[in-house]
């Protein structure tokens, strides 16, 4: 049995972890953004359209919508980049601030589902 308190507590927790993911959502759009246009500075090689297509297939509403998915296009993009041996530097960290931003979202939707 929940003291009204405690139940207080929970929903106030509930609606801070709901404006943190909507802030945190956009944050990962701009990280998108980022690595899109680092991906579009590339010189035109081979590599730049398979490159681009899963950008913009990470930026796509059902990757937003189910972060696994996500989680995918992000590792074929890594692995790309390492097959490839690319070295661009606004590339390289463009892909490290998408996979940390949405590293950090993941973590923080796990620490919310367990309130």
């Known amino acids: 049995m929940y003291s ?16 943190y993911s909507q802030g945190a959502f956009t944050h990962l759009q701009d990280t998108w953004r980022f ?6 500075d590339l010189p035109i090689s081979e590599i730049r ?4 297509a899963y950008v913009e297939e990470g930026m796509s509403w059902e990757c937003v919508r ?7 296009v992000i590792l074929r993009i890594v692995n790309t980049i390492r097959l490839q ?4 530097a606004a590339l ?18 796990s620490e919310a589902e367990r309130v």
């Open 4 to 19: 009204l308190k405690q139940v207080k507590q929970k929903d106030f927790m509930k609606q801070h972890a709901k404006q």
């Open 35 to 40: 690595l899109k246009k680092s991906v579009i």
């Open 49 to 52: 359209n398979p490159l681009l």
């Open 66 to 72: 189910n972060l696994e998915t996500m989680q995918h």
């Open 85 to 88: 041996k690319m070295s661009d």
């Open 92 to 109: 390289l960290e463009a892909i490290d601030d998408s996979q940390d931003t949405f590293g950090a979202i993941k973590s923080h939707i």
